[in-house]
Each structure stands twice: as structure tokens, then as C-alpha cells.
């Protein structure tokens, strides 16, 4: 258990290679502050980013789940994030039908340059799912933990 | 008589393939029961009724040769979904279209006889007359029809290379979702006690699974994988949960609505529900309903440059 | 003591919460339409006119269990020494399966001679059988698609339970087979039976003359299966309406087949026994990718063969199947296990 248990949350993120972890670390070189809730996982494309990746993080010990991707049309191979978006709408529709608030998953796009709204995506996320407070209280977390 | 269409259809289509597929009497007069059949002596076999549920179209993608299949409205748009995911050779299937106007949910009538053993079985007008050791009881159809049917527009099959009779209009009012709508106004915290009860059930099985006709990884399907490793066997609903999401994402844009998961829950979970919302959510974003025209292209499948009726989330 | 005792049924209630107080005791419950072996708590709706949909074996014989934890421990002195830590999970606790019906009861039995009976018996198994105590409830009617009298059992067969009970008219009359089933009758709720005897006695007999028999004999049949072994053509007709899910075998009251796996994350985790079925087609891939029942006639093909030949040769002619129907009552497609056997006696 780290040192931060109870005052941090677990937030994974699933960040497109070229543009989003990118934009990721020019926000770290520009020294901008951060919460520190986000463990990023690096992907290809936002179109690699099966829905089912962040069922499973939700269902598995996450309390919230960020994708971020290359910006419409500024996809490094082209249409990958226009196939994410598609997915990943659907997916954004249907956790609430299971009684997972639609809140707890957001996606959206940050480029490589954008280190100050990377900020603000991380920023907000994180203070959302602090409101939204921990998804699994009375689960046992048998995998993640 | 209806069968005698339906026998004759099926003895002109044998010689000209391996197998034809149709239904027989199954283990009690309420259980009808997939039927593979070679030699015209066996087509004296064949029933029809309203208790020929089975989506016989499940087994098409896995048989080789030529094959003949009797199918209702609701099954051929697995054939028109299969035709655009290019998952069979339209010409080596030989569709036997049966019109259809409701078949009758196994279930339903159980639960109305609770549970009892069948004697006998009979159908008069718009009702079954099921025998049970108390005697007779009269179910009107429509109340044990499964949710399909009752808005059901296919009342002749889409596809066909024969049709077994002539063909009909459909009688029932457009699908707008409303038991759909209805849970979505139960609060999140409902909505996910109501899914944990459920799925609480589930033994894994995986019979929803195999009898999906659009499940067409069966042996490959990831659920059972250990390498990607998606779920343990472990018996929590964390696991089945994860089963049931892997089967209803897998489908979006691709479930033709059969309902043949629900059907053949042996522990009576309502998983079609899930592939509902998703079928109402693709039409409204997409305009798309799986299996209606094979020409076209399965929404998850394609894409537009502007998405007109996705708008960006603020957190 | 009386041998025998009767219970009003207005008492039920009362016997199960007297004996929860001593016991976990699982009855049937109704969840929606389907019955269930649940825990039970004053107030649940108890279903006693039908079998449950799932057997209660997964009381004995749960669907996932942990065998044990382990920890591999690093040497903080020297990183490269690990040791490692185990923990075993062999605590049972005294249980009552209350309310199962003969073919349940059987089903133990099966197990039995694989997991208790040998040189090396299952401590896991082994731990939760001989802490449970069943009590039975001989059945009043068949099933759609039960035939136990054709596989030499029948609805009042008691082998396997400790306790019978028969449902009559306002009451219930019980019947103590066993030592645990005689430490349950103490409870002064129960009445003397003995005037009702007779009674039970010919509702036995009645019931069994309304089961359905599918087939007349069972003689010869493991040897007729066998010498169908190599017949493709055969099990390929009889099973090409099977979809090869797992509902027949997760339904069994008899199919005792698992499969071990480790859940490890980082140093620490389990390792799980869980249910697995024959008719899948992991059950029996090899890490080659070479899979001797690669296909589905081969798998159901071993469902029945296990049942009605090879089982019976092991185990002196004993059939491994206890003719509860649920296997055909709940397949998808009406696959007729019943059917499957006559066709083979008779090509």
C-alpha cells in the first residue's frame, strides 16, 4: 500500500503514442503541477484502445478511465481515433445502462503540443472522480490490489 | 395443411444439397428440436409450429458443402448479417423462408403451468392448450411470446430461395425501446444491484454464447483464453460480469436481435436486455440495424470524418 | 425414539431455523422463476415443488474454489533468495443440504468413489462431505425429461442421503438412513412417523410408475458404447444439433470434472479449482495446440461414454448418470442424452 492510500485514487489512462503521451510529456517538461492519481498505459493508437480495456480496469480495481488520442483527422495512421470514437461512445452509453456512472470513463483528444490542456484533462478528471469518490468500497480488490 | 408446404419445400431442396436443417418433435410435446436431415425418408419427420424457436441459422457458418435451412423472419437477418460480414457463401445455402407471425417462448409457458410436466400440446386460433396432469389449460399466444414478437416486422423472412406458403405483412407496432427506456430510469445504484443479481446466477456455461449466431469465434472466443488473459475462474460477479460485456460489445452493430442468448439461459438471465441498449443506441447514432440489408456496413465497422451525432464530452 | 417422524408443514420454517442455528444450512429458494440452493434465512421463499435448477453440488463441490495462497517472500539480506509462503484453505464448516432431491443426493455418491474412495482422497472434497449432512426430499411427481428409474434409481432412492423426507397431505414424513440423518431427527419438533409409513411407502411406488423410461435394459450398454468408439458417422448425426456449451455438465449432478489454474499478481496469489466441462474445447487442448476432441460429436461423445460405459466399467457397472433430466430440460437445442443412449443400444 503506498503512502498516499485513502488521499489518492486509482485512475488509468490509455494514451495514444503520438499525440496524447506526447502531450503528456511536454506538459511534464513544461513543469506544469499535476495530480498524481493517473498511471498511464502507452498505446499505439486510441484505436488499439479496446472498450473492453476499460470495462476491465473499471470492473477490476479503477476508479476512473481516461483515453485520450491524436485530435479528428490528426490520426498517425490516419482514421485509428475516428474508429475509437465510434467505440467508444458506445461504450460511454452503455456503462451507465450497467449502473457504472458514465462519468467515472472519459475520452478525448490532446496533441503532442498541447501540454497545458493535458494539464487541464488530467486536472479535471482527477477532480471529478474525487467527487464521484471510490468506485469499489465493499469489493474485495482480488486482482489490482 | 401448412407442414405439407413446408415438406414439400424441403423434398425439392434435398437433392440439391448435403443437409437440410429443420426442426423435429424434441424429448415432450413442448420442446421442439434442430433437425439434420439427408434422405427424403426423414422429411416425414418435420414439424412446424410455434415452438420451433431455435435460431437455426447458428449452425450455418460451421457446416461445410451446400446447405438447406428453414428459417423464420426473425432468423434471416442472421443470414443478411452473415452476408455482410462475408461469413458464407450465399449461394451454398439454400434458405427455406417460413412466414411467421409468433412463436412462443418455452419459458413463459412454464412459468404459466408452473413448471409442470406437459402431456400435450395443441393450438386452436391465437391460443395453446397446454396438458398438464391437472388437466387442460388455455394460454392465450401472444402472453408466452417471447419480447421479439411482439414487435416483430418480419413476418416473412428477408431472405429465401423458397417460401414455404405465401408470403405475410407484419401486424405489430415498430420496436421504440420501452423496457429499454423504463430501466434507464431506475437510478445507477438500481440499475447495478439489478445487473449483480442477475449475473450472481450466471455458472458460466457460456450457452449464450454458443448459441448466439453471430458468435462466430466460438472456440476462440477470449472469455476462455488464457493468454490474453481477460477473466480467471474465478465464480464472482466481477467475472461474469466481464463474460457478459466481452459477449454484448462483441455484438454492437453486429446482434440481429434474435434473442437466442436469453432463450437458452438455463438460469434465466435477461442478457438481451444488454444487447438492446446497444441496438437502441446504434440506431440512434447510426441509423443502423444489424441484418436488414446486406449491402451494408456494420457501424463499428466504418466511420464518417464529422460524426454528426457524436458531440465531444465535457469531464 | 421412534424409527420414523412426521413434521407439519407449518413446522418447516421452525425445523430450519432450529437447525441454522448449528448449521449452514442450503435449501432451495426461489430467485424469479429459477429455484436455487441458497443459504437460508428466515423469510426466504422456499421452493420445495420442483428441483432446484442447478444440483447442490456446488455446496460440496463449489463452482471456484481456493486451494491454497501463496507468497513468494524475498530475502530482503540477499534479493536473490525467495521463499515461499503457503496457506491452505481446508476450513469447512458444518453444513445441511436440506431439501435436495434422490438424483442430488446420487450425485455424491458419483463423487464419492473418485474423490473419497481411493488411496488418495481429495482433502477439499473430503472436508465438506463428511461436515454435511443431506436431507432429502423424495420427489412427488416427475420432471419434464427425468428418467431415473431406467438408469436402476428412482424417486425415492435414498443411497447418498441421511435424511428421506416424503411430502403428505399436511406434512412431511422423515425417515433417518444414516447416523447424521439420526442426530437431525432428535429435534423434539418432530412427531412420531410410524403411522405413516405406509403411506410414504405407496406414494413411492405411485411416482415410480409415472416416470418416463427411455430405455429397457442397461446391460451391455458400456461394452455397445464402446464398440461405437470409432463411429464417427454415428455421434456426428446424433450430436449435430449440439452448440457444445456447458449447460449440460454445469447442470450435472454427477460430472465432477475441474480444472486448476494460478491467479498470480505481482509475488502473491491463488490457485483456483473450478468446474470445467468436456464439452468445451479448451478442456482438453494441449499446450502442443494439438486437440484430440477437436470437435463437438467427439466431445459429447465422451459425455455420454463417461456416463453409461466408462465410468460403470471402473466402478462395478455403477451408471454415472442419476437420470434428473436437467441436462435435457435446460440444453438450448433439446439434446436428448436419454435418446442418445437408446439409439446407441440399438445400432
Same mark, same amino acid.
Given at each position: 500500500?503506498?503512502?498516499?492510500?485513502?488521499?489518492e485514487?486509482?485512475?488509468?489512462?490509455?494514451?495514444?503514442?503520438?499525440?496524447?503521451?506526447?502531450?503528456?510529456?511536454?506538459?511534464?517538461?513544461?513543469?506544469?503541477?499535476?495530480?498524481?492519481?493517473?498511471?498511464?498505459?502507452?498505446?499505439?493508437?486510441?484505436?488499439?484502445?479496446?472498450?473492453?480495456?476499460?470495462?476491465?480496469?473499471?470492473?477490476?480495481?479503477?476508479?476512473?478511465?481516461?483515453?485520450s488520442?491524436?485530435?479528428?483527422?490528426?490520426?498517425?495512421?490516419?482514421?485509428?481515433?475516428?474508429?475509437?470514437?465510434?467505440?467508444?461512445?458506445?461504450?460511454?452509453?452503455?456503462?451507465?445502462?450497467?449502473?457504472?456512472?458514465?462519468?467515472?470513463?472519459?475520452?478525448?483528444?490532446?496533441?503532442?503540443?498541447?501540454?497545458?490542456?493535458?494539464?487541464?484533462?488530467?486536472?479535471?478528471?482527477?477532480?471529478?472522480?474525487?467527487?464521484?469518490?471510490?468506485?469499489?468500497?465493499?469489493?474485495?480488490?482480488?486482482?489490482?490490489? | 395443411?401448412?407442414?405439407?408446404?413446408?415438406?414439400?419445400?424441403?423434398?425439392?431442396?434435398?437433392?440439391?444439397?448435403?443437409?437440410?436443417?429443420?426442426?423435429?418433435?424434441?424429448?415432450?410435446?413442448?420442446?421442439a428440436?434442430?433437425?439434420?436431415?439427408?434422405?427424403?425418408?426423414?422429411?416425414?419427420?418435420?414439424?412446424?409450429?410455434?415452438?420451433?424457436?431455435?435460431?437455426?441459422?447458428?449452425?450455418?457458418?460451421?457446416? /461445410?458443402?451446400?446447405?438447406?435451412?428453414?428459417?423464420?423472419? %426473425?432468423?434471416?437477418?442472421a443470414?443478411?448479417?452473415?452476408?455482410?460480414?462475408?461469413?458464407?457463401?450465399?449461394?451454398?445455402?439454400?434458405?427455406?423462408?417460413?412466414?411467421?407471425?409468433r412463436?412462443?417462448?418455452?419459458?413463459?409457458?412454464?412459468?404459466?403451468?408452473?413448471?409442470?410436466?406437459?402431456?400435450?400440446?395443441?393450438?386452436?386460433?391465437?391460443?395453446?392448450?397446454? /396438458?398438464?396432469?391437472?388437466?387442460?389449460?388455455?394460454?392465450?399466444?401472444?402472453?408466452?411470446?417471447?419480447? /421479439?414478437?411482439?414487435?416483430?416486422?418480419?413476418?416473412?423472412?428477408?431472405?429465401?430461395?423458397?417460401?414455404? &406458403?405465401?408470403?405475410?405483412?407484419?401486424?405489430?407496432?415498430?420496436?421504440?425501446?420501452?423496457?429499454?427506456?423504463?430501466?434507464? /430510469?431506475?437510478?445507477?445504484?438500481e440499475?447495478?444491484?439489478?445487473?449483480?443479481?442477475?449475473?450472481?446466477?450466471?455458472?458460466?456455461?457460456?450457452a449464450?454464447?454458443?448459441? %448466439?449466431?453471430?458468435?462466430?469465434?466460438?472456440?476462440k472466443?477470449?472469455?476462455?483464453?488464457?493468454?490474453?488473459?481477460?477473466?480467471?475462474?474465478?465464480?464472482?460477479?466481477?467475472?461474469?460480469?466481464?463474460?457478459?460485456?466481452?459477449?454484448?460489445l462483441?455484438?454492437?452493430?453486429?446482434?440481429i436481435?434474435?434473442?437466442?442468448?436469453?432463450?437458452?439461459?438455463?438460469?434465466?438471465?435477461?442478457?438481451?436486455?444488454?444487447?438492446?441498449?446497444?441496438?437502441?443506441?446504434?440506431?440512434?447514432?447510426?441509423?443502423?440495424?444489424? &441484418?436488414?440489408?446486406?449491402?451494408?456496413?456494420?457501424?463499428?465497422?466504418?466511420?464518417?470524418?464529422?460524426?454528426?451525432?457524436?458531440?465531444?464530452?465535457?469531464? | 425414539?421412534?424409527?420414523?417422524?412426521?413434521?407439519?408443514?407449518?413446522?418447516?420454517?421452525?425445523?430450519?431455523?432450529?437447525?441454522?442455528?448449528?448449521?449452514?444450512?442450503?435449501?432451495?429458494?426461489?430467485?424469479?422463476?429459477?429455484?436455487?440452493?441458497?443459504?437460508?434465512? !428466515?423469510?426466504?421463499?422456499?421452493?420445495?415443488?420442483?428441483?432446484?435448477?442447478?444440483?447442490?453440488?456446488?455446496?460440496? *463441490?463449489?463452482?471456484?474454489?481456493?486451494?491454497f495462497?501463496?507468497? *513468494?517472500?524475498?530475502?530482503?539480506?540477499?534479493?536473490?533468495?525467495?521463499s515461499?509462503?503457503?496457506?491452505?484453505?481446508? #476450513?469447512?464448516?458444518?453444513?445441511? $443440504?436440506?431439501?435436495s432431491?434422490?438424483c442430488?443426493?446420487?450425485?455424491?455418491? $458419483?463423487?464419492?468413489?473418485?474423490?473419497?474412495?481411493? #488411496?488418495?482422497?481429495? !482433502?477439499?472434497? +473430503?472436508?465438506?462431505?463428511?461436515?454435511?449432512?443431506? $436431507?432429502?426430499?423424495?420427489?412427488?411427481?416427475?420432471? !419434464?425429461?427425468? *428418467?431415473?428409474?431406467?438408469?436402476? @434409481?428412482?424417486?425415492?432412492?435414498?443411497?447418498?442421503?441421511?435424511?428421506?423426507?416424503?411430502?403428505?397431505?399436511?406434512?412431511?414424513?422423515f425417515?433417518?438412513?444414516?447416523?447424521?440423518?439420526?442426530?437431525i431427527?432428535?429435534?423434539?419438533? *418432530?412427531?412420531?412417523?410410524?403411522?405413516?409409513?405406509?403411506?410414504?411407502?405407496?406414494?413411492?411406488?405411485?411416482?415410480?410408475?409415472?416416470?418416463? +423410461?427411455?430405455?429397457?435394459?442397461?446391460?451391455?450398454?458400456?461394452?455397445?458404447?464402446?464398440?461405437?468408439?470409432?463411429?464417427?458417422?454415428f455421434?456426428?448425426?446424433?450430436?449435430?444439433?449440439?452448440?457444445?456449451?456447458?449447460?449440460?455438465?454445469?447442470?450435472?449432478?454427477?460430472?465432477?470434472?475441474?480444472?486448476?489454474?494460478?491467479?498470480?499478481?505481482?509475488?502473491?496469489?491463488?490457485? $483456483?479449482?473450478?468446474?470445467?466441462?468436456?464439452?468445451?474445447?479448451?478442456?482438453?487442448?494441449?499446450?502442443?495446440?494439438?486437440?484430440? @476432441?477437436?470437435?463437438?460429436?467427439?466431445?459429447?461423445?465422451?459425455?455420454?461414454?463417461?456416463?453409461?460405459?466408462?465410468? !460403470?466399467?471402473?466402478?462395478?457397472?455403477?451408471?454415472?448418470?442419476?437420470?434428473?433430466?436437467?441436462?435435457? @430440460?435446460?440444453?438450448?437445442?433439446?439434446?436428448d442424452?436419454?435418446?442418445?443412449?437408446?439409439?446407441?443400444?440399438?445400432?
Amino acid at each position: 500500500m503506498s503512502y498516499l492510500a485513502g488521499k489518492e485514487l486509482r485512475i488509468v489512462g490509455f494514451l495514444c503514442n503520438w499525440c496524447s503521451y506526447g502531450g503528456a510529456d511536454t506538459a511534464g517538461v513544461g513543469r506544469f503541477k499535476q495530480p498524481t492519481d493517473l498511471r498511464i498505459i502507452r498505446v499505439p493508437c486510441s484505436g488499439r484502445v479496446n472498450p473492453l480495456f476499460v470495462v476491465k480496469a473499471l470492473l477490476n480495481g479503477a476508479d476512473g478511465v481516461l483515453v485520450s488520442g491524436c485530435h479528428p483527422r490528426d490520426c498517425h495512421y490516419s482514421d485509428g481515433n475516428f474508429y475509437a470514437r465510434r467505440r467508444l461512445e458506445m461504450l460511454k452509453r452503455l456503462l451507465p445502462f450497467l449502473g457504472i456512472d458514465e462519468r467515472r470513463f472519459h475520452y478525448t483528444w490532446v496533441s503532442a503540443s498541447e501540454g497545458a490542456r493535458w494539464k487541464n484533462v488530467v486536472t479535471d478528471f482527477t477532480k471529478a472522480i474525487h467527487e464521484l469518490g471510490p468506485f469499489h468500497q465493499k469489493e474485495e480488490k482480488t486482482e489490482c490490489s | 395443411m401448412f407442414i405439407e408446404k413446408l415438406k414439400e419445400a424441403v423434398r425439392k431442396i434435398l437433392p440439391e444439397v448435403d443437409v437440410v436443417i429443420g426442426y423435429r418433435q424434441g424429448f415432450d410435446p413442448l420442446h421442439a428440436t434442430p433437425y439434420f436431415l439427408d434422405k427424403p425418408e426423414q422429411v416425414d419427420q418435420l414439424i412446424w409450429n410455434p415452438l420451433c424457436v431455435q435460431n437455426l441459422c447458428s449452425y450455418i457458418p460451421f457446416l /461445410k458443402g451446400k446447405v438447406g435451412v428453414i428459417v423464420k423472419g %426473425c432468423d434471416s437477418r442472421a443470414i443478411v448479417q452473415y452476408m455482410q460480414e462475408k461469413l458464407i457463401t450465399r449461394e451454398n445455402i439454400k434458405v427455406i423462408g417460413v412466414p411467421c407471425l409468433r412463436v412462443i417462448s418455452v419459458k413463459k409457458v412454464m412459468a404459466a403451468i408452473n413448471q409442470q410436466t406437459v402431456q400435450e400440446v395443441t393450438f386452436e386460433g391465437d391460443n395453446i392448450i397446454v /396438458k398438464i396432469p391437472e388437466g387442460p389449460k388455455t394460454i392465450p399466444s401472444a402472453d408466452v411470446a417471447p419480447r /421479439k414478437c411482439a414487435t416483430c416486422q418480419l413476418a416473412t423472412p428477408l431472405q429465401y430461395d423458397v417460401l414455404a &406458403g405465401e408470403a405475410i405483412q407484419s401486424n405489430k407496432p415498430q420496436d421504440t425501446f420501452e423496457e429499454t427506456k423504463e430501466f434507464e /430510469k431506475l437510478s445507477l445504484e438500481e440499475r447495478r444491484a439489478y445487473w449483480e443479481k442477475e449475473f450472481d446466477r450466471c455458472i458460466r456455461c457460456y450457452a449464450c454464447r454458443n448459441a %448466439c449466431p453471430m458468435c462466430i469465434c466460438q472456440d476462440k472466443c477470449i472469455a476462455e483464453s488464457r493468454d490474453p488473459h481477460w477473466t480467471s475462474q474465478r465464480a464472482n460477479v466481477t467475472e461474469k460480469a466481464m463474460f457478459h460485456m466481452i459477449h454484448g460489445l462483441h455484438l454492437a452493430g453486429r446482434c440481429i436481435s434474435c434473442e437466442e442468448c436469453e432463450r437458452v439461459c438455463p438460469m434465466d438471465i435477461p442478457v438481451a436486455k444488454i444487447k438492446k441498449k446497444i441496438s437502441m443506441d446504434l440506431k440512434e447514432l447510426f441509423g443502423y440495424e444489424a &441484418g436488414m440489408n446486406p449491402d451494408d456496413t456494420p457501424p463499428m465497422y466504418t466511420f464518417k470524418v464529422e460524426e454528426a451525432t457524436i458531440e465531444e464530452h465535457e469531464i | 425414539m421412534a424409527d420414523t417422524g412426521f413434521l407439519p408443514k407449518e413446522n418447516l420454517p421452525a425445523l430450519l431455523e432450529a437447525l441454522s442455528k448449528k448449521f449452514a444450512v442450503f435449501a432451495p429458494v426461489l430467485d424469479g422463476e429459477v429455484v436455487l440452493f441458497k443459504r437460508f434465512a !428466515p423469510g426466504a421463499t422456499l421452493c420445495l415443488t420442483r428441483p432446484a435448477n442447478l444440483p447442490p453440488k456446488g455446496i460440496i *463441490f463449489p463452482q471456484s474454489e481456493t486451494l491454497f495462497n501463496f507468497n *513468494f517472500k524475498k530475502d530482503p539480506e540477499d534479493p536473490k533468495k525467495t521463499s515461499l509462503e503457503l496457506k491452505e484453505n481446508l #476450513d469447512f464448516v458444518p453444513t445441511i $443440504i436440506f431439501g435436495s432431491r434422490p438424483c442430488d443426493a446420487q450425485g455424491f455418491r $458419483i463423487y464419492d468413489r473418485v474423490y473419497l474412495e481411493t #488411496d488418495t482422497a481429495d !482433502p477439499y472434497y +473430503k472436508g465438506r462431505r463428511e461436515k454435511t449432512t443431506i $436431507i432429502t426430499l423424495a420427489c412427488n411427481a416427475p420432471s !419434464p425429461g427425468c *428418467f431415473c428409474t431406467s438408469v436402476g @434409481r428412482g424417486p425415492a432412492e435414498s443411497d447418498g442421503s441421511d435424511l428421506m423426507m416424503t411430502e403428505l397431505g399436511k406434512g412431511y414424513f422423515f425417515e433417518p438412513m444414516t447416523e447424521k440423518g439420526k442426530e437431525i431427527f432428535k429435534d423434539s419438533l *418432530f412427531e412420531d412417523g410410524s403411522a405413516y409409513k405406509e403411506q410414504a411407502q405407496k406414494a413411492h411406488e405411485r411416482v415410480s410408475a409415472l416416470v418416463k +423410461k427411455p430405455f429397457a435394459i442397461l446391460e451391455g450398454t458400456p461394452e455397445k458404447l464402446l464398440s461405437l468408439f470409432e463411429n464417427s458417422q454415428f455421434w456426428e448425426g446424433e450430436t449435430a444439433k449440439c452448440i457444445s456449451c456447458g449447460a449440460c455438465t454445469y447442470l450435472c449432478p454427477t460430472c465432477y470434472c475441474f480444472n486448476i489454474t494460478d491467479e498470480q499478481v505481482g509475488n502473491s496469489g491463488e490457485r $483456483i479449482r473450478s468446474w470445467d466441462a468436456c464439452m468445451f474445447f479448451h478442456f482438453t487442448l494441449e499446450a502442443s495446440s494439438h486437440n484430440p @476432441r477437436q470437435n463437438k460429436h467427439q466431445r459429447l461423445k465422451n459425455r455420454v461414454g463417461h456416463k453409461f460405459s466408462y465410468y !460403470p466399467k471402473k466402478y462395478q457397472g455403477v451408471i454415472a448418470c442419476c437420470g434428473c433430466g436437467r441436462c435435457i @430440460r435446460y440444453c438450448p437445442m433439446s439434446v436428448d442424452i436419454s435418446e442418445i443412449v437408446a439409439h446407441a443400444q440399438g445400432a
